[in-house]
């Protein structure tokens, strides 16, 4: 399985932005899909998830990005609006082995990552 993410880039507080994530290599209708975040000296953090069950967000995005699939195109995106100075991160996309998110375990595939750079 690979996972080819894009869209990041330098943007303003306030501004939108759209993440794109294209996996190749197995049905991608078949699994769940996520998208979490690094920030400088941090962790990586959990930001979205969508699969049978339907979507997860974090509280800190919540209100303020939506993910989305189309399985057609075996793509999943994350559109983000009103961002702010603290979403600055390298942006991941991940795959889960299974149809439903299950946080207990780690995800079985991450892309390559996508930086994102909200100024203020």
């Known amino acids: 399985v690979q996972l080819q993410a894009s869209g990041g880039g330098l943007v303003q507080a306030g501004d939108s932005l759209r993440l794109s994530c294209t996996a190749s290599?197995?049905?991608?209708?078949?699994?769940?899909m996520g998208w979490f975040r690094q920030a400088p000296g941090k962790e990586r953090e959990f930001v979205a998830t969508?699969?049978?069950?339907?979507?997860e967000y974090a509280d800190s995005v919540k209100g303020r990005f939506t993910i989305s699939r189309d399985n057609a195109e075996s793509t999943v995106y994350l559109h983000m609006n009103s961002l702010k100075p603290e979403d600055t991160a390298v942006y991941y996309c991940?795959?889960?082995?299974?149809?439903?998110?299950?946080?207990?375990?780690?995800?079985?595939?991450w892309g390559q990552g996508t930086l994102v750079t909200v100024s203020s």
């Open positions: 991940a795959q889960k082995g299974s149809p439903v998110w299950d946080f207990r375990s780690p995800p079985n595939y």
């Open positions: 290599g197995r049905p991608f209708r078949n699994y769940s």
């Open positions: 969508i699969d049978w069950s339907g979507k």
